[in-house]
């Protein structure tokens, strides 16, 4: 467990976070700052005052299509649509703050390790260490397609795949080795060739011949964050993540979760990661208005849209299946880790298909808490002592005033409570999550 709980900020860059349609919320100004980074420059400071660990952006590039076989609802509402790219909004922010942790995901599916290793250790070698990745294998047929894929590949061989990508981005992340950079301006040297070791990687999906491109960083390389949760996905998640990120619908799911990860990091032989949960925080002054709070973002939702979103994610078309029956667990090449998580929910009666929908749409999955700032910090604490997880990932509805209201009126009650930091630990995404 750790000695604080940690907290990252979870967006998307595009209309919606996680939530449809909030782009419509009175107030929500995420359609404007689309079109202006000094909206993203504030929201990342509002993040910093309220010494969050990081902002993490998802990706969902190319386009949900998988309801009635359609990229049209997520058009319609835009349901993650337009993506806008995150990584190119990581250097930016990086301008605007000094300590919070930047992470971006990119796909082993849509790029290759050199452009990773290089795009993101740049912004880490210039923003003294505060970057991360998380690696996903991209399990969206939309992402598959826009690249000229017919499909999504099968589910353990992009595991297998990406086993290969992080082989080679390691050797490109070690090829400068210590005292490799000379800088000797005297006798016109940059750099030892000998201490800079010559990358010769030739593998099933990879190939590579090249030196490392980038300096190792103030942390070396980025933070590697990882989200899979089938067996497959969990044991990519150990042996390559320094944090993994899970959505488990309830407390039991998420106490289960960890006695997976913990059997399976013992049969690897590798100590597990820290767990971060998804959560979305819904506000209120009483407890009466926080539910009230959440019953409007389930009025906006259309139904489509919450079916496009989880169609999209689980690989299956919605369409046509009975709603108010409980949701059957189907063979995907999608996310296997979460379509078990919510057909299999421990501690409650199973979900239909219908509710797992409305889940979807307001948060993928990531359970609500309601409350009063009070009653919201004790459901907090409560999940970090019992499950012993690392922190939470959070989703916000309503943009940037829900972020804001927490930054307010939640942190100050966690770190009256000692269980969150007042100040800064270090200067790298690495020591201040206590990885270093
Ligand atoms: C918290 C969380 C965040 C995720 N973010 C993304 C994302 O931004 N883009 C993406 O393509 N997949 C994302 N995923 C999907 C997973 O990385 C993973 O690819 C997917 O769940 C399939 O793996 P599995 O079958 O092993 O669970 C996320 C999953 C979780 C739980």
Not at 86 to 99: D, G, I, Q
Not at 118 to 145: A, F, K, M, P
Not at 300 to 314: I, V
Not at 369 to 379: R, S
Request: proline share 5%; with cysteine; charged share 20%.
């Amino acid at each position: 467990m750790s000695k604080k709980i940690h907290l990252i900020s979870f967006q998307i860059h595009s209309p919606i976070n996680h939530t449809v349609l909030s782009w419509a919320a009175p107030g929500d100004n995420r359609l404007e700052a689309m079109a202006d980074l000094k909206k993203w420059q504030d929201l990342a400071r509002t993040l910093e005052r309220g010494m969050f660990d990081g902002l993490f952006f998802a990706d969902t590039p190319g386009v949900f299509d998988r309801y009635r076989d359609s990229h049209e609802d997520a058009v319609k509402y835009g349901v993650c649509w337009p993506s806008h790219d995150p990584v190119v909004l990581l250097s930016a922010l990086a301008a605007s703050t000094t300590h919070l942790g930047l992470a971006a995901t990119m796909s082993t599916t849509s790029y290759k390790p050199w452009s990773i290793v290089r795009q993101l250790s740049t912004v880490d070698y210039l923003s003294g260490g505060r970057v991360g990745w998380n690696i996903v294998t991209g399990h969206l047929r939309g992402e598959h397609r826009a690249i000229g894929y017919k499909d999504v590949m099968e589910h353990d061989r992009r595991y297998d795949a990406a086993d290969e990508f992080m082989e080679v981005c390691y050797a490109l992340w070690d090829s400068i080795g210590e005292g490799a950079i000379l800088a000797d301006r005297e006798n016109g040297v940059y750099a030892d060739p000998s201490k800079v070791k010559f990358v010769d990687y030739h593998g099933e999906f990879f190939n590579c011949e090249t030196v490392g491109p980038v300096l190792p960083s103030a942390q070396g390389r980025p933070v590697l964050f990882q989200a899979g949760t089938s067996g497959r996905g969990l044991k990519f998640g150990i042996e390559h993540g320094d944090v993994v990120f899970s959505i488990q619908p309830n407390l039991p799911g998420m106490m289960r979760y960890m006695g997976q990860l913990r059997d399976a990091a013992a049969e690897i032989g590798q100590p597990a990661p820290g767990v971060v949960f998804g959560i979305q925080p819904i506000l209120g002054g009483t407890e009466e208005e926080a539910k009230r709070n959440l019953d409007e973002l389930i009025e906006r939702m259309p139904l489509d849209a919450c079916l496009a979103r989880l169609s999209g994610t689980m690989g299956v078309d919605f369409a046509g299946i009975d709603l108010d029956k409980p949701m059957q667990e189907q063979k995907t090449n999608a996310s296997q880790g979460l379509m078990k998580a919510f057909t299999s929910v421990l501690g409650d009666r199973p979900f239909t298909l219908r509710e797992v929908a409305q889940k979807w749409g307001l948060s993928v999955g990531m359970p609500q808490l309601v409350g009063t700032p009070e009653q919201v910090a004790d459901q907090m604490e409560h999940i970090w002592r019992e499950t012993g997880c690392h922190g939470f990932n959070m989703t916000p509805n309503v943009m940037p005033t829900s972020i804001e209201t927490f930054v307010d009126e939640v942190v100050p009650i966690l770190q009256k409570r000692g269980i969150y930091r007042t100040e800064y630990e270090g200067t790298t995404f690495r020591e201040n999550l206590e990885l270093a």
